[in-house]
């Protein structure tokens, strides 16, 4: 397998537990209220059209719809996928989930008026080249906006969570921001690509969430971030 689909292969391998963390009852309806928050506050008023890269089981793809938004969910692993089809399946007005690269969405110039993603900064190779094409799909005045955290400032070797069988070094050497030691570094590649207005907001709502029921396995508790800039 090449590094992307050594990618693909543990998150489709960790799709189902992803997923029902994800969709915990406990904390689902919180989450849903603190991330409609968090996207309203990131993107101009509904009706855009939004593509959400590496959409994962389409949790924000989802959040997105429900604010009134028309979303195209793209990721490339299957597993994720079929996890994100059966959620955007159930409702009325669901996102559009589809097969796609996030470094280079196979799109028309300007066919969008936002790219988002969550939790997929750290893990994308060639970040850089992902954010200027997702710039070129953007109409004029367009906005990006991820989410992310430094997860793994030590080192995806001495990292919490089992990645030795697919993040292997010849897959870390071509993430450059796997082991990002600051949030600056995820705001540097907004900027070098140009954007203008690139601001980063703590989502300490998310944080406190987390205190208040706890983190994933494998994880510590940590301050996200929302990364945002326009074209």
Do not use: C
């Not at 969550?118 to 109409?139: C, D, F, I, K, S």
């Not at 993430?175 to 570094?185: F, H, K, M, N, R």
């Amino acid at each position: 397998m090449n590094v992307q689909e050594r990618i693909n292969a543990y998150w489709t391998g960790r799709a189902p537990d992803y997923d029902a963390y994800q969709q915990r009852p406990d904390r689902f309806a919180d989450d849903q209220a603190a991330w409609s928050r968090v996207w309203s506050a990131a993107l101009p008023v509904a009706p855009l059209d939004v593509l959400d890269v590496g959409t994962g089981t389409g949790q924000v793809a989802m959040v997105l719809a429900g604010l009134g938004h028309r979303v195209t969910g793209i990721d490339l692993s299957e597993g994720m996928l079929a996890e994100a089809r059966r959620h955007a399946a159930a409702v009325a007005d669901g996102p559009v989930i589809a097969s796609g690269d996030a470094v280079a969405p196979d799109f028309p110039a300007a066919s969008f008026d936002a790219v988002t993603s969550r939790y997929l900064m750290w893990t994308l190779r060639e970040p850089r080249t992902a954010v200027a094409n997702w710039a070129r799909l953007l109409r004029p005045g367009g906005t990006i906006a991820v989410v992310d955290s430094t997860w793994f400032p030590g080192g995806l070797d001495n990292a919490s969570e089992n990645f030795t069988t697919h993040y292997d070094r010849q897959v870390q050497a071509v993430l450059p921001l796997a082991a990002a030691t600051s949030i600056d570094q995820t705001v540097a590649v907004l900027e070098e690509v140009g954007l203008a207005k690139v601001t980063v907001t703590p989502l300490t709502e998310i944080y406190e969430l987390d205190r208040r029921y706890g983190v994933a396995p494998n994880h510590e508790h940590q301050m996200q971030y929302l990364v945002t800039g326009t074209v």
